[in-house]
């Protein structure tokens, strides 16, 4: 089948906006996939005829703070079972949480292929901040801004090259 890229990270980072930016990029579907899968929301995206899968592993609704570790274990345990990439997304105006350490604890435990970007990145000005998130032990995470479009056919570039 198509390769599947999965979009992993704490609520609120902005999964689904990166993604339906570049499904609305695409012209391409968004679509809510019942069965075992709840909630599961994929679009397909294109780069010079080739089609990858992109998966929002967050797709589970609202999260309190105390369901907050189940919420990251399924993305992950979806992201194990079904990707041949992972978009580890984290929030630059946050800064580095514990939340995105265990994340990325749990990315390394299962040997999977990161990208790692840091969203909400609106301006340029902002970009030097994501310099800590090296710590994170992915490299230099990629600097996008979902509402902003920033980035976001670097990051295409980034994703196809990876495949
Ligand atoms: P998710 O929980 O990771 O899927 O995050 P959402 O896509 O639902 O976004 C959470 C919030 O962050 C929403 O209020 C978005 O409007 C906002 N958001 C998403 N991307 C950006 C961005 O690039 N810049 C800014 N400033 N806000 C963003
Ligand atoms: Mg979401």
Redesign the pocket.
């Known amino acids: 089948g198509l390769p599947t890229v999965a979009i992993v990270?704490?609520?609120?980072?902005?999964?689904?906006?990166?993604l339906?930016a570049l499904a609305g990029e695409m012209i391409s579907i968004v679509e809510p996939t019942a069965g075992v899968t709840r909630d599961r929301v994929s679009t397909f995206i294109s780069r010079d005829d080739r089609y990858v899968e992109l998966i929002?592993t967050?797709?589970y609704g609202i999260v309190d703070s105390d369901q907050l570790s189940d919420h990251i274990e399924r993305q992950i345990f979806q992201a194990i079972g079904s990707a041949t990439l992972v978009i580890f997304?984290v929030?630059i105006?946050d800064g580095l949480t514990p939340l995105d350490e265990k994340i990325a604890r749990l990315l390394r435990k299962h040997a999977l292929d990161v990208i790692g970007v840091a969203?909400?990145?609106?301006s340029a000005k902002m970009f030097p901040s994501a310099g800590e998130f090296v710590r994170l032990g992915f490299g230099e995470f990629l600097c996008?801004?979902?509402?902003?479009n920033?980035n976001k056919s670097v990051l295409l570039d980034r994703i196809f090259e990876r495949l």
Not at 9 to 18: A, F, W
Not at 119 to 122: E, G, H, I, M, W
Not at 144 to 148: I, K, Y
């Open positions: 990270g704490r609520p609120n980072v902005g999964k689904s906006s990166l339906n929002d967050g797709g997304m929030d105006r969203n909400k990145a609106d996008v801004s979902a509402e902003n920033l």
